[in-house]
């Protein structure tokens, strides 16, 4: 039988009308993307098959799971140094600070989520530049560092995959989790771009300036293979950047929508036929027209609908604590 919209399991969302705060007239940091985005999905066919819950606020506890209580401090009482906030890119408010700590609960929730119905998303997230003890890169805290903890802790999770494909290597991530072999870390991105001092993932694939659908695919395909052949993880994270995008500001690679979709279906078809639970984090996407990262991220949304939608039934318990619903 065909699935319907009736027999289908909604994608669970989560969203934070605070992912959008204040900030300086012509910042490069695209905020209205993200309420962009819920806008799309709620005036699309898409939004009788999604359920869109409320993000949570991270804790102290579970931020000190991976950044160091000094640094906690000055973020959360406003006391970082002027050469911290430049390597993180924002100024201080306290709206950042709520801004940051929904983005982590966020993540946290997709990845409860995802482990009883088998996929879920964060409508932010993907905050890999934040190292343990300093935020770099728009990012302050690590939400999939905190979310993996949080699981390995109260879920019973053994071995997670983290599958990074934002345009940007994911240096915090790696460098917290080094050494780790429960936390098996993956970053394909542009090996001349930001951070141009990099830490080691378990695999890293940097790649050219330019480089375009037929050769990024290449390259991912083969490398999510060889980690599937050697690993069997109880849970992925998919930071489904949006920056790889020919027109992105901060690129410099030549992905167009298509090819993007296409990257998106590698790694949801993976994990689907696997039975690996997948929580999706947005990440990255700085398109010259805002329009066009929102669209890329709403495909991504709409492929994890139809990718939930194609084994009915399969994980289809419904989430126990997320009534708090948009």
């Excluded at 600070?97 to 409508?123: F, K, Y």
């Excluded at 599937?228 to 992925?236: A, Q, T």
């Excluded at 669209?295 to 989430?319: C, M």
Aim: proline share 6%; with cysteine.
């Amino acid at each position: 039988m065909k699935p319907t919209s009736e027999n289908l399991s909604p994608l669970t969302l989560f969203y934070s009308d605070t992912f959008a705060f204040p900030l300086p007239d012509g910042h490069r940091f695209p905020l209205q993307k993200y309420s962009l985005l819920r806008q799309a999905i709620r005036q699309s066919d898409l939004n009788a098959r999604v359920r869109m819950c409320s993000s949570p606020r991270a804790s102290d506890e579970q931020l000190l799971r991976v950044h160091h209580p000094e640094y906690i401090d000055q973020v959360l009482s406003g006391t970082l140094a002027p050469d911290a906030l430049r390597r993180i890119g924002f100024p201080w408010s306290p709206e950042l600070v709520e801004r940051s700590r929904r983005s982590v609960g966020g993540t946290i929730a997709a990845c409860q989520a995802a482990l009883e119905t088998g996929l879920a998303m964060n409508l932010a997230g993907g905050t890999h530049h934040a190292h343990s003890c300093f935020g770099s890169g728009f990012c302050l805290f690590n939400d999939v560092a905190v979310a993996a903890r949080e699981v390995q802790i109260h879920a019973g999770i053994r071995q997670i995959l983290i599958v990074d494909c934002d345009v940007h290597q994911g240096d915090g991530t790696a460098d917290i989790f080094s050494g780790d072999p429960t936390v098996f870390t993956f970053s394909i991105h542009g090996e001349r771009n930001f951070p141009f001092r990099k830490s080691a993932s378990d695999l890293d694939i940097g790649l050219p300036d330019g480089i375009g659908d037929e050769a990024y695919l290449a390259e991912l395909h083969s490398a999510i293979d060889s980690i599937f052949e050697r690993l069997c993880p109880d849970l992925v994270f998919y930071l489904a950047g949006a920056d790889p995008f020919q027109d992105d500001t901060l690129g410099r690679m030549k992905l167009t929508k298509a090819g993007l979709s296409k990257r998106d279906e590698l790694v949801l078809t993976a994990c689907r036929e696997r039975g690996i639970p997948l929580a999706i984090t947005l990440s990255g996407g700085y398109a010259r027209r805002i329009e066009d990262a929102v669209a890329i991220h709403f495909e991504t949304v709409r492929l994890a609908v139809n990718a939930l939608g194609r084994r009915p039934g399969d994980r289809g318990v419904e989430p126990q604590g997320l009534s708090d619903k948009i």
